[in-house]
Structures are given as structure tokens and as C-alpha cells.
């Protein structure tokens, strides 16, 4: 009996072990994918004999508002209108704001012609608000190529020009910029680092840019796409249900036939996506679970390997510690310690680069588990509120609630009772 309870304790033993070393040595590919991709973080410049100004082509530069009176909505479009590719005209939509964006729009379209404002209308049942505002743009739009940017993205004066030179000359009809993002609270640093450390180690711009894969990803802030691709899917309403249009609508255009690419331009966009735990939390609560597709299983998945490689090892490797420390020691902890060690010490100095590359004080690579936390958790949470038929916020509304226990539609349809008070 005895002999069959050691050897029950050995062989769990062994198997915790060996999941412990797994996850070292995931941490460590994961590490070097990352720094892998921050050598790729340089910036974006102009593409030898590119397309010549003479013939460039009209691009429509299509901005949706909502509530942006407070943040830098006057600098963002002054930006747009201060591009050095003069081929462009900027359509602004006032998405049904309560506060002075409409205002501060038209005041800044006395100014410049090139500026056309546009008070957004009720969305028609099945459609969100931000895809359905870029819809409305979008018909007031006359270019051969659309550029969507959100309302607190600075772009610098060759942004667009060096854009679309890229784009013509390497056949792309498709390209996304990941922008500069600029931090200045606790949490926002916190968030950030950890949010780069996920995006490059999990999403290698070498697999996104290859067209055999139909991985995709977009930053909604800046995305050129050829109007003809576009059109090819219906415009927006191909996405007209989805919280997460912009990378819906890149792994749309790619699976359809268009060229796409995205690279790093901090030299040539920037912004301060959140400027709060508020803002962070509403950000990744709306689409965390949309980012899974709604997907019970996945979320599940998602959160519970989240915690198990990326969280518990730390607290084991802090209790460890501790104990040895106070003098106790076990098999148990000399075994588990040393790979839950690792991983700590993986992450921090992965972070330590992120922070470096993002201009973040290289003390936040100790907020590790703090940053990450935030994504589980945020995930954990938003799964619930859906179910339970409370939604998400976003821009100062709640989307996907419910009258009863139900998930939304993703095909780009939408189910009853998925999208109230949007």
C-alpha cells in the first residue's frame, strides 16, 4: 500500500516537474520569437523609386468620433490635413457624440477644405457603431484608396505619402501600421509592455505577412486598403457586428485574394491608447472575448493555460523561495523552484527589452504577472457579463447585452438581443 502511494507521489511528481521544465522552455522560445520582433521595430522609410507624386492617387482618409472632445482630436485631424502627400481628403464622422466633437470637426473644416464632416445617423439593426460610422465615410468618399485611422492617432507630416509608397510599390493592397504608443500612468506602462510582449512573441510579423498563412492582424489606428478589395467583401458590413472590425476585416481581405502586410512605423504614428486602469480594463474586456470568437472553449483554453504557464510559476517560484529561505525544504520545492525560476526570470528579461524598445522605465519588467494578469482576468470577466446578459462598455455604451443567456453572432449577422444601447 505504502510502496503504491510513493509511487502515485513519484510519478506526480515527475509529471509536474516536466510541465514545469515545458513551460521554462516555452518561455523561452516565446522570449526569443519576442526579441525577434523587436529587432524588426525599425522604422518605416520611404521606398526607393516609389510611385511618383504625379500620378499618386486620391486617398480617403476616413476618421470615426465619438466623445473625442477631450483627449487630442484637433491634433489628430490638424496631422492628417498637415500630410505632405496632397492627393487626400478626410471625411469625419461625429458618431452621435454628446460632447463638442461636432464643434471642434467643423471648426477645423473652415480651415480646410479638404475636410468634410459628417454627423453619424442611428446604426440599422446588426450594426455596431464604429464599423457602421467608417460605413457612412466611406460613401461620402471618393478614392481609389481608404485609410482608416482612429481619432487619437498623430500621424507625422510623410506618414501617408511614405504609406502609399510602400503599398504601390510592393503590390499591397493592404497595409497596416503598428504605431509609436505613448504612456505616461502606472497603469498604462503596466499594460503596455506586457500588451507588446504578447503581440510580438505570439504574433511574428514574418507568419502575418506570409500569404500562405491566413493568420491577420490590423491596427484599426492606421489601415490602407485598395477601395476595389474592399468592395470585394461588401465594404464595412462585412464586419458590421464586430467589436474587433479592424482585424476581422484584415483576415477578411487576406483570405479574399488581397496583398497584405503590416510593419512597425513608430517613427511615423503615434498614440496614447488609455490613459487609466478604466480605459485598459474597458479596452481588453471588449476584446478579449472577441478575440477568441466567442468561442466558450477557447476563452476556457485561453485562461486556463494563462494562469498556469504565465501566473502560477511566478507565485511558486515566490513561495519557493520564501520557504527555502526560512529553512524548509521539501523534494517538492527543489524540484518545482528551479524551472518556476526560470520562467520569473524569462519574462522579466523579455519585458526589459519591451520596456526599453516602448520608452518605459525598465523597472516595469517586474510588473510581469501584473501586466498579464490583466488579460486573464479581463477575459474571465467579460465571458461572464456576456452571459449573463450585462455586456461590455465601450465609448461610453454597453454592446452585446442580452434579455437572456446567449453569445453574438459572428458570421456578420447578428442574433436577437446581441448589440442593445450601441
Known amino acids: 500500500m505504502w510502496g503504491g502511494l510513493w509511487l502515485v507521489e513519484l510519478n506526480g511528481l515527475t509529471m509536474l516537474t516536466g510541465i514545469a521544465w515545458i513551460c521554462a522552455l516555452g518561455w523561452l522560445v516565446f522570449a526569443a520569437v519576442t ?4 529587432a524588426g521595430r525599425k522604422p518605416l522609410l520611404p521606398v526607393q523609386n516609389s510611385h511618383p507624386m504625379t500620378d499618386a492617387p486620391l486617398v480617403s482618409v476616413l476618421v470615426p468620433a465619438r466623445n473625442e472632445a477631450r483627449r487630442i482630436l484637433a491634433q489628430s485631424i490638424c496631422s492628417v490635413l498637415a500630410q505632405d502627400y496632397q492627393h487626400l481628403e478626410v471625411i469625419a464622422v461625429n458618431d452621435r457624440s454628446t460632447d463638442a466633437t461636432e464643434s471642434i470637426l467643423r471648426s477645423i473644416a473652415k480651415t480646410d477644405e479638404r475636410l468634410h464632416v459628417i454627423n453619424g445617423v442611428e446604426p440599422p439593426a446588426g450594426w455596431l457603431g464604429k464599423p457602421y460610422a467608417l460605413q457612412q465615410a ?6 481609389h484608396w481608404v485609410l482608416t485611422i482612429d481619432a487619437d492617432i498623430v500621424l507625422e507630416k510623410e506618414a501617408v505619402r511614405i504609406a502609399i509608397g510602400r503599398a504601390l510599390t510592393g503590390g499591397y493592397d493592404v497595409l497596416t501600421l503598428v504605431p509609436y504608443f505613448e504612456t505616461k500612468s502606472f497603469w498604462e506602462r503596466v499594460f503596455t509592455s ?3 510582449l504578447v503581440l510580438l512573441g505570439a504574433f511574428p510579423f514574418a507568419i502575418l505577412n506570409n500569404p500562405k498563412m491566413k493568420q491577420a492582424l490590423a491596427f484599426g489606428g492606421f489601415s490602407l486598403i485598395r477601395r476595389q478589395s474592399l468592395a470585394r467583401l461588401g465594404d464595412f458590413a462585412a464586419v458590421r457586428a464586430d467589436i474587433v472590425e479592424d482585424v476581422r476585416l484584415a483576415e477578411l481581405l487576406k483570405s479574399s485574394g488581397a496583398r497584405y502586410r503590416i510593419e512597425h512605423a513608430p517613427n511615423l504614428i503615434r498614440t496614447r491608447m488609455q490613459s487609466s486602469l478604466r480605459e485598459v480594463w474597458d479596452f481588453l474586456s471588449r476584446s ?16 486556463f493555460t494563462g494562469y ?20 524548509v525544504s521539501s523534494e ?17 528579461s523579455a519585458l526589459m527589452f519591451v520596456c526599453k524598445n516602448c520608452d518605459i522605465p ?6 510581469t504577472p501584473l501586466g498579464l494578469s490583466l488579460f486573464y482576468t479581463a477575459l474571465l470577466i467579460s465571458v461572464i457579463n456576456i452571459l449573463r446578459g450585462k455586456g461590455v462598455a465601450w465609448k461610453e455604451r454597453r ?4 434579455t437572456g443567456v446567449g453569445l453574438p453572432v459572428h458570421d456578420g449577422r447578428s442574433a436577437d438581443h446581441s448589440i442593445i444601447d450601441e
Not at 466611406?138 to 478614392?143: E, F, N, V
Not at 504557464?309 to 529553512?327: E, K, S, T, Y
Request: proline fraction near 3%; charge should be positive; aromatic fraction near 16%.
Open 35 to 38: 526579441l525577434y520582433g523587436l
Open 362 to 367: 525598465i523597472a516595469y519588467a517586474l510588473t
Open 308 to 327: 498556469t504557464f504565465a501566473i502560477a510559476p511566478i507565485f511558486i517560484a515566490a513561495f519557493g523561495v520564501l520557504m527555502l529561505a526560512a529553512g
Open 332 to 348: 517538492w520545492l527543489n524540484l518545482l523552484v528551479v524551472p518556476s525560476l526560470m520562467v520569473w526570470v524569462i519574462q522579466v
Open 288 to 303: 478579449m472575448f472577441a478575440g477568441v470568437r466567442y468561442s466558450l472553449v477557447l476563452a476556457a483554453l485561453y485562461i
Open 194 to 196: 506586457a500588451w507588446v
Open 399 to 402: 454592446v452585446y447585452e442580452h
Open 138 to 143: 466611406l460613401g461620402a468618399s471618393r478614392g
